[in-house]
Each structure stands twice: as C-alpha cells, then as structure tokens.
C-alpha cells in the first residue's frame, strides 16, 4: 500500500495544478475601470465653476460656466493657467489619500502641528449645484511625498501626495 501512496499523492497534485492552469483565472492588472479616490470623487469637473486659492495675504479667483473657458475678474486667464486649474481639479478628484488620521489617532494633537493653522495653502471650489468645498493644505511631511490637508467637514486629515498642493502653489504664483 505504502508504495502506491507517493504516485497517487503524486498524480492529484498534478490534477489540482492541472485544473488550476487550464479553469482558475486571477485578474489582469488594470482590467478594472479606474475609479476616482480624491476628496472631490463625487464631483464631475465639467460642474466647478468657481475656484479661490488663498496663501497668506495672496488671493485669486476664477470662474467658469459649467464646462466653459476660466476667467478672472483680474484679467484674462492664459490657456497654461486654465489648464493648471483644469489639472489641480482633476488631482483632487483623482488622487486617493496616503492615509486619513482620525481624531482618535491624532489625540489631543493640534492643527498647527500638521501646518493646517493657519493653513499654509486654502482651496474653495465650488459647482453649478452650489456645492461647495474648503479644502486646507498643511506641511509636506518628512519624507516630502506626501502633504497634510484638511477639508471642511471633516475631521481627520488626509496625507495627499505632494504634487496635489504643489499645483495649487503653482497655479497661485503663475503670472499673470
């Protein structure tokens, strides 16, 4: 008996790795449709219609009809800027957090220890619908990947990837 239990044990192994080759299927990297993760995921682009960044005492503000071409009450807005708005917003409704810290987790830690106040960077946008969203950025963390930021109505901070902020600086210091 003993002699026929290798090659029996043997063979089902070869039926099983047989059977997962030919009938078991994992899924292909990228064969599931992208889905937005950013703290505006909900928000389709083509409804913002106004955004104001503040830093310190610098402000500018740009609206839109929905879907339509950026303009500021300062002056004319060039196509490089509109497309840097264009490319902030879609960075907030793509880009998933790092990591949220809810209230729990930050204890009695305060807001300035995460830069957030006062803010370094503050965010409004706003729909056709009347939606709105604040959106506070704080300090780029140790590592310098990723950046603290805080939305109003919210009370955990999110660690967004760093590039989310930084075309939002940009997109405030470009000239005009």
Do not use: C, H
């Amino acid at each position: 008996m003993k002699r026929f239990a290798l090659p029996a044990v043997a063979l089902l192994a070869a039926a099983f790795l047989a059977t997962f080759a030919f009938v078991g299927e994992r899924p292909r990297p990228g064969s599931e449709p992208f889905k937005p993760q950013g703290l505006l995921s909900t928000w389709r682009m083509e409804d913002v219609t106004s955004v104001r960044i503040g830093k310190g005492t610098e402000q500018r503000s740009f609206a839109r009809d929905p879907g339509g071409p950026w303009r500021s009450t300062e002056e004319d807005v060039r196509p490089e800027l509109a497309a840097q708005i264009e490319a902030g917003l879609r960075l907030l409704r793509n880009s998933a957090s790092e990591r949220d810290f809810s209230p729990e987790e930050l204890g009695g830690r305060s807001l300035s220890e995460f830069g957030l106040e006062p803010p370094k960077l503050i965010l409004t946008a706003r729909t056709a619908g009347g939606t709105t969203a604040t959106i506070a950025f704080g300090d780029i963390n140790p590592l310098g990947l990723t950046q603290y930021v805080r939305m109003d109505g919210r009370r955990d901070i999110a660690m967004l990837p760093s590039y989310v902020g930084t075309s939002w600086d940009e997109a405030l210091s470009s000239p005009r």
